[in-house]
């Protein structure tokens, strides 16, 4: 339950086990919390990121791959998100709020994290595409990985191979012998990437690969028709940190389905509230994507007239609470006659959608003054959005969107004036809710069995962010002071600054001053700087007194990277030098090419300043998880709250089920003193810990041959000619092309790569391999695209050595493709709302590994094939192999 002053949000409260009361503390805020789950990174920051993605991994080439997993699960591909006509290249930012982008962009996301690694990195550009590539050897080596399209490959020396040995010709005897460009791409694809080996082999588990014909042969043919690593650009910005605090009064809900979505009754006209668009649309609509976004919600109602009330606000003057003066509204001037205001801040940790700002309160002559502002440039810039205009009591009832929206804290200024009394004029209550967007591919998740839940804090210190944009005038919004400096039209020149020098032979500057309420204690600067020529220079200065200014950083060679990202924090002076007040002054010297293409200048500007919080007591955290199992019996909605009295605290949650549930929301609040009369209580919802028995093994595969390959079958009965596309020639389940996820039932390439039955009896198709064989496993790939066909109830495997004789070697069963291999990567529409009344969900394609308990002997294998009642079934290949090796893994590696 998430309390405020007025009453009870709808939540959860819930009763179960012993409950432990805890007397109410004295207001004070928790920062720079971290939440995170032991199935996905900690996106903190980009430490933090790089750290936990990469934990276990022993070789620079698995720490790589982990990237690249965890680059293509965190985003969708799509068009790009942009705030203020600006790309979002921050992985931090990006990934917490976003997830919306192409493949110029996760390839400069990956490329942030090879840098953080020690690694050295370049930005690619194919013909039709862009990806990044590593080398972990000081550049003797290059090794491609491409996160949008994920997808990397191997070499024969089982090296991930890099673009130009994708360009060069090589053969072995996967492809016969045959020796031709673009060979590790057809034929050594990473297994989790690819749906079978060859030219028509799919990209399995991109966006959309048989739709979108994500062939093998196309993607090879990006590498073989040539490419240019690019020599002058990083394309990489960073030093973003999600930035998630606690105040007393406020509590912060993750939803992992957007807010405005069906049955929410939220109006068309109104879902812009719960979205940042993409090309003017909800990122979720874009491309049919439906699994992107998910909303957040702040709700802040500060108790204005109690004696602790101060210590919520984020700056104040002139201001007098009711319980300090005994009288008037709960806020009031301390003064007749003197302006007082008191300025309250939303720190989103996401970016902002829009905001609601409710209050109640009083004004009673006309010559006195209520209003409201707010800023979403750290107090920089402020825009009016509400004033009063006639005496008596007010209420404020405001929607805010572009007065707030696109950045990830925004301040509201209530500024107030008693012209006579102080009692005539003021606010008694006041509540602002906050909506946020997220990217729900990136929220600390449960899954299927044991989950293990971290929560800890980083530095408590408070923190104001300002992230101008430069183009087309626009830094003028934000600028403190500047002298002949020039601004292009579009940001994002990479090769170019976007502001910088209008006058040759002269030092031109832009500066930025921004103010905090309390000590500074640390200030980051994050700027990309272009200089292109050793007779100009960009000089980066630092001050916090507008008078001195230290240089911290200066270009005056003409060498690339020509967007070179400085990050550098200068920690301030205590005592009585302390300081709330920070400059950055960017300095740009040419003699030539002012307001031209080469003019020095930056692209790109970040000011984080750490201040002393006004109370760094800690005070217990409540922790709610509300998520829905399914199990064999049905579906069962299930929540936990934890109370964490210290940090670093670690806790498991187990989720029962056949597969992994679906999680609603995550909520955490600081403890509240509770209504008379209740008792609070921690722990499960039902009061039942499912233990950790439905933990699934986390296993991978080593397949041997396919001794199935092109080998005759028979089927017990014939496949649907009603489908549109039947095994009419008996050669489909056997001849080596597998289908990837899809909803295409007839189209052209679908059909080599499955077929369909009817609904009915069990099939069983025996296959026939040429001989006495060892039989170590088998795989069984399925097609489910519709509510018609689906993948088989379940199959059993059977061996013979005379086709009458039959030794069983195993059973494959639907909801197993629930619990994968540790390597298996879903393609990105796995749980688009879409298919979700499809048994397989958006599991469309599946391939079914099955290891025999031991190797059996025999020519004949059966695969008896029963379909889920009342639909028919899709049969894409059946594999053979004349061994396997499974390897058990961490139970969260691969997570």
């Not at 720079?32 to 022993?58: A, I, K, M, Q």
């Not at 979205?275 to 919600?297: F, S, T």
């Not at 003193?673 to 919802?685: F, I, K, L």
Request: proline share 7%.
């Amino acid at each position: 339950m998430c309390r405020t002053r007025s009453g009870w949000l709808p939540a959860i409260f819930v009763v179960s086990g012993a409950a432990v009361m805890f007397p109410a503390p004295a207001p004070a805020a928790v920062y720079n919390l971290h939440l995170s789950t032991d199935n996905g990174p900690d996106y903190t920051d980009l430490e933090s990121f790089v750290r936990s993605v990469t934990e276990g991994c022993r070789t620079p080439q698995e720490k790589c791959i982990a990237v690249w997993r965890w680059g293509r699960r965190s985003r969708r591909q799509t068009s790009c998100a942009q705030e203020d006509g600006r790309l979002i290249w921050d992985p931090i930012l990006h990934y917490n709020s976003y997830g919306a982008m192409n493949c110029g962009v996760i390839s400069a996301l990956n490329m942030v994290s090879y840098l953080q690694l020690g690694y050295r990195a370049r930005y690619v550009q194919l013909g039709d595409h862009t990806v990044s590539e590593v080398s972990w050897d000081d550049g003797r080596s290059w090794h491609l990985f491409d996160s949008s399209m994920s997808f990397f490959c191997y070499n024969h020396r089982g090296e991930v191979a890099g673009c130009q040995e994708i360009q060069e010709a090589h053969g072995c005897e996967l492809s016969g012998g045959k020796s031709e460009p673009g060979h590790y791409y057809f034929y050594h694809g990473a297994p989790q990437c690819i749906s079978h080996r060859g030219h028509d082999g799919w990209r399995f588990c991109c966006d959309q690969p048989v739709l979108y014909e994500r062939t093998l042969w196309n993607g090879a043919s990006s590498y073989t028709d040539g490419f240019s690593p690019d020599q002058y650009t990083l394309h990489a910005r960073y030093g973003r940190r999600y930035i998630l605090n606690l105040r007393p009064g406020e509590c912060y809900t993750r939803h992992w389905k957007p807010l405005d979505g069906e049955g929410s009754g939220v109006a068309d006209d109104q879902r812009p509230d719960y979205y940042r668009p993409v090309n003017g649309r909800d990122p979720d609509r874009q491309h049919g994507l439906h699994n992107l976004r998910g909303n957040g919600l702040w709700v802040f109602e500060p108790e204005l007239g109690t004696p602790d009330g101060r210590r919520l606000f984020y700056d104040s003057r002139g201001i007098e609470t009711r319980a300090e003066s005994g009288d008037g509204p709960n806020l009031h001037p301390a003064r007749p006659g003197e302006p007082a205001m008191v300025v309250l801040k939303t720190s989103a940790a996401n970016v902002i959608t829009s905001m609601r700002i409710e209050a109640e309160g009083v004004r009673s002559g006309s010559e006195d003054l209520l209003q409201v502002s707010v800023s979403r440039t750290a107090g920089v810039r402020w825009t009016p959005v509400w004033q009063s205009r006639q005496a008596g009591k007010q209420q404020i009832r405001l929607t805010l969107r572009d007065e707030v929206a696109g950045v990830t804290e925004a301040l509201v200024k209530i500024e107030i004036f008693a012209a006579a009394k102080t009692a005539d004029v003021g606010l008694d209550t006041l509540r602002i809710t906050t909506r946020t967007q997220l990217n729900r591919r990136t929220l600390p998740k449960l899954t299927l069995g044991t989950n293990r839940v971290r929560l800890s804090a980083g530095e408590q210190v408070a923190s104001t962010v300002l992230w101008p944009p430069l183009h087309a005038g626009l830094y003028r919004q934000t600028v403190d002071t500047e002298q002949d400096v020039h601004s292009t039209e579009q940001p994002d020149g990479m090769y170019k600054a976007t502001l910088g020098a209008a006058s040759d032979g002269k030092e031109c500057f832009a500066a930025w001053r921004v103010e905090v309420p309390t000590d500074i204690t640390a200030v980051t600067y994050g700027v990309v700087v272009t200089n292109r020529s050793d007779r100009s220079y960009v000089s980066l200065r630092q001050s916090f007194d507008g008078r001195s200014f230290a240089e911290f950083f200066r270009k005056s060679d003409g060498d690339a990277p020509f967007d070179a990202q400085v990050l550098h924090t200068v920690a301030a002076a205590g005592g009585t030098a302390a300081a709330r007040q920070a400059w950055l002054k960017c300095v740009f010297f040419c003699p030539g090419a002012a307001a031209t293409y080469n003019m020095p200048g930056i692209q790109d500007l970040l000011i984080r300043i750490d201040h002393k919080p006004r109370d760094a007591r800690f005070q217990p955290i409540e922790v709610t998880y509300h998520w829905t199992e399914h199990r064999s019996t049905g579906d069962l909605a299930r929540w936990h709250t934890e109370l964490v009295e210290s940090l670093p605290h670690q806790y498991r949650l187990n989720v029962a089920g056949v597969r992994d549930p679906t999680m609603n929301w995550v909520r955490l609040k600081l403890q509240d003193s509770v209504r008379p009369g209740e008792t609070p209580a921690y722990g499960y919802s039902d009061g039942q810990d499912v233990g950790p028995g439905f933990e699934p093994a986390a296993v991978t595969y080593v397949w041997g041959n396919n001794v199935a390959l092109q080998r005759p079958y028979t089927a017990s009965r014939p496949s649907d000619e009603a489908s549109g596309n039947p095994d009419t020639e008996s050669r489909e389940l056997t001849n080596g092309q597998i289908i990837a996820p899809t909803d295409l039932v007839t189209s052209r390439p679908v059909h080599a790569a499955t077929a369909f039955w009817a609904p009915g009896e069990p099939i069983a198709v025996v296959v026939d391999l040429g001989g006495a064989r060892p039989v170590g496993g088998v795989r069984v790939s399925t097609h489910q695209p519709n509510a018609d066909y689906g993948h088989p109830q379940r199959v059993e495997v059977a061996v013979s050595a005379d086709g009458k004789t039959w030794q069983p070697g195993g059973t494959i069963r639907h909801d197993d493709l629930w619990t994968p291999p540790a390597d298996y990567e879903p393609w990105e529409h796995d749980d688009n709302p879409k298919y979700a009344d499809l048994p397989g969900g958006g599991r469309l394609a599946y391939r079914y590994p099955l290891s025999l308990p031991r190797p059996i002997r025999g020519r004949y294998v059966r695969f008896t094939c029963f379909p889920l009642p009342g639909r028919g079934m899709g049969l894409s290949e059946l594999e053979v192999f004349d061994r396997v090796e499974v390897q058990r893994q961490d139970s969260r590696e691969g997570n």
